[in-house]
């Protein structure tokens, strides 16, 4: 069975950083591109960050770029968000997605997701 749980979400202010994990069974991360969602409250979700299966090739929102940053322990078969210089407006849901049909800023691209990890920034 193919799974993926997050962890490692919580309370933060303004300017703090958090490192969200995702440990993925059943598959392994090596064979797939990876990626980050957010949904905040009444908003779609949408793209954080993902990373291709080969070269290492990363992607990042706009709103983003520059605070987090996105990575994989292969040996772990975890996925990581370092997310740094917190906003409130990162407050969110946080979901990993692995396995990409399509493209990788489209939701409905990715075949597997975590259960999500919540996130909240206060002022």
């Known amino acids: 069975q193919r799974q993926l749980v997050e962890s490692g979400g919580g309370l933060v202010q303004a300017g703090g950083s958090l490192k969200l994990s995702c440990a993925a069974s059943?598959?392994?991360?090596?064979?797939?591109?990876v990626a980050w969602f957010r949904q905040a409250p009444g908003k779609e979700r949408e793209f954080v960050s993902a990373e291709a299966w080969s070269a290492g090739i990363t992607y990042y929102a706009d709103s983003v770029k520059g605070r987090f940053t996105i990575s994989k322990d292969t040996a772990k078969n975890t996925l990581y968000l370092q997310m740094n210089s917190l906003k409130p407006e990162d407050t969110a849901v946080y979901y990993c997605?692995?396995?990409?049909?399509?493209?990788?800023?489209?939701?409905?691209?990715?075949?597997?997701w975590g259960q999500g990890t919540q996130v909240t920034v206060s002022s």
């Open positions: 059943g598959l392994s991360f090596s064979n797939y591109a």
């Open positions: 997605a692995t396995d990409v049909m399509g493209p990788e800023q489209a939701p409905s691209s990715w075949n597997y």
